[in-house]
């Protein structure tokens, strides 16, 4: 569509944006967008639990800690399995194959949710 | 000055009764009244108003001890400066100076003024005498009262009498001692001329301005033509709420639960619902039992850690005679707590009750586990869990799908 290449050209911020939507929906392979999904996923839950412990209350405080801390672990351990499956980061993780990366990283949620629930109540 | 026969306390039908002769027979050794710390009598009556050399086991300083030991004591006061008379400023009893009795003109009558007779009202002890008492001959000094609170007034001296020097006092000292005093210190009904004084043990002591007041002869005196005077009764209630057999209250035992319990619990905890029940009995003297009371309408129950943290009513159940119980719950404050009955009416014997209970915060498992308030918490961490676990299914079929794609290219390629 000639006004939309028209805008794309010139260096607005939204046209920055798009650009940079339309890089990302072209060159990012669907399993790591798949894992933004979750990332993003695990941000806006975690930015609740915060709000809600800041507006309105943070008692038990337990189990705001569990409940923001599964959130905070499960998107540490989500971006560590990004990064070592994307095909970009190959040369930096030659050892660790993408089935090694996921077996981590499902360990590591395991664990980590082990200590969740032990928290949480 | 009064033979024994001439008293009629004799007639009250007492144990125990020392008399301190006003005549001879003063520097006996034996029976000493108290002994190796032990009160030799229950009831100790001293009618020797005038006796100014008591035996040595009766000085003022004795009298005070049997108090301690819970000996009940009657004391006769006389216009005489007496051993006594140096006493009673000790129970806050102030005295008009020596020689100086009480008198009253009224009503009009063919007596001398100092014998005054006085018509119990409602001011007085009402519950220590029996009502519709006649009047009472009176005649002997008067006493102002300080504001010591365990004083009970029980008979209060008519209005329109005043200490005055009838008997070779001076007017001068009765001014300049007034004057110390106040104004018009010994005049008016707010003086007494009977006053108990309740220790905080619970002894009993009853002052008598003057011991004419036991006699027969006022006793069986005419107040008015054909009405017999009050003394006879007014002495037998006297002598029965000084020694003890009149106004006489206990606590037989309390009670201290949980709600919905009947045992008493070691620890109480923040918060829980107590029954407390106290069982309260009076002295029948009559059939010489304890009976269960329930006429305390003002009984207070206090939970308290230094302050009191709770102060309530225990008022008596109705069904249950003799029982007051509440319930109340405890205070969301952890420490070692006390039930306390701390009841003192005049005339009245002080009920004190304490009992210690520790309250202990709630235990790590009687606290609730899941609260409303935090479930955002709980579904942040459930949804991250099934969020993972959704996840790990996909990514796995995810490579499952993605393998058998591989496989499928590399087997077009070949």
């Known amino acids: 569509m000639p006004p939309k290449a028209a805008r794309a050209q010139s260096a607005t911020p939204v046209n920055a944006f798009h650009s940079l939507w339309k890089a990302y929906n072209d060159n990012t392979p669907d399993r790591l967008k798949f894992i933004d999904a979750f990332l993003l996923f695990l941000m806006l839950s975690g930015i609740v639990q915060f709000a809600y412990c800041i507006l309105v209350t943070n008692f038990p405080y337990n189990a705001f800690l569990a409940g923001f801390s599964s959130n905070v672990g499960q998107f540490v351990l989500a971006a560590s399995l990004r990064s070592q499956v994307n095909p970009d980061n190959r040369d930096e993780f030659k050892d660790v194959s993408p089935e090694r990366a996921f077996a981590d990283f499902a360990l590591g949620s395991i664990v980590l949710h082990f200590f969740v629930y032990n928290y949480l109540g | 000055m009064f033979s024994l026969k001439t008293l009629l306390l004799l007639a009250v039908g007492l144990v125990n009764i020392v008399y301190a002769k006003s005549s001879t ?5 034996a029976p000493a009244i108290i002994e190796y710390d032990e009160p030799a009598f229950v009831h100790v009556v001293v009618l020797a108003s005038e006796t100014k050399n008591f035996a040595k086991d009766l000085s003022p300083q004795a009298f005070v001890e049997l108090l301690n030991l819970k000996t009940n004591l009657i004391l006769a006061l006389s216009t005489k400066q007496t051993p ?4 009673a400023p000790e129970f806050s009893l102030v005295l008009p100076p020596p020689g100086t009795p009480l008198v009253s003109y009224f009503p009009k009558r063919d007596e001398p003024a100092s014998l005054i007779p006085i018509t119990p009202t409602k001011q007085d002890a009402t519950h220590i005498l029996s009502k519709n008492l006649a009047p009472v001959w009176f005649s002997g000094v008067p006493q102002a009262l300080g504001n010591n609170p365990l004083l009970v007034p029980i008979l209060h001296a008519p209005a329109e009498s005043f200490a005055s020097e009838v008997d070779g006092g001076s007017a001068d000292a009765l001014a300049d001692s007034a004057e110390k005093g106040g104004e018009g210190l010994w005049a008016g009904s707010q ?7 309740q220790t905080v043990n619970n002894a009993r002591v009853t002052w008598v301005g003057g011991v004419d007041l036991f006699s027969d002869e006022l006793a069986q005196k005419e107040v008015s033509p054909g009405v017999k005077s009050g003394n006879a009764q007014f002495a037998r209630d006297i002598a029965a709420w000084t020694f003890q057999e009149n106004n006489v209250l206990r606590i037989d035992k309390i009670e201290h639960h949980r ?16 029954v407390y029940s106290a069982y309260i009995s009076k002295f029948n003297p009559v059939k010489n039992t304890w009976e269960p009371y329930s006429g305390i309408k003002d009984l207070q129950l206090s939970f308290t850690m230094l302050d009191p943290h709770i102060r309530t009513a ?15 719950r405890a205070p969301d404050r952890h420490g070692v707590f006390k039930f306390v009955i701390d009841h003192k009416r005049q005339g009245w014997t002080f009920l004190q009750s304490s009992t210690t209970v520790p309250v202990v915060p709630p235990r790590h498992d009687e606290y609730p586990r899941f609260l409303s308030a935090a479930w955002p918490y709980y579904a942040g961490a459930i949804s991250t869990s099934v969020a993972f676990f959704l996840f790990s299914a996909l990514w796995l079929a995810g490579e499952v799908k993605e393998g058998t794609k591989k496989s499928g290219s590399k087997g077009k390629t070949e």
Request: glycine fraction near 8%; avoid cysteine.
């Open chain 2, 259 to 274: 709600v919905n319990e009947t045992e008493p619990r070691e620890l109480y905890t923040n918060n829980d619902q107590l």
């Open chain 2, 25 to 29: 027979g003063n520097s006996d050794e």
């Open chain 2, 84 to 87: 006594l008379t140096s006493l």
């Open chain 2, 314 to 328: 225990l008022p008596p159940v109705s069904g249950h005679p003799g029982k007051y119980s509440t319930t109340f």
């Open chain 2, 191 to 197: 003086l007494s001329v009977v006053t108990g004084f």
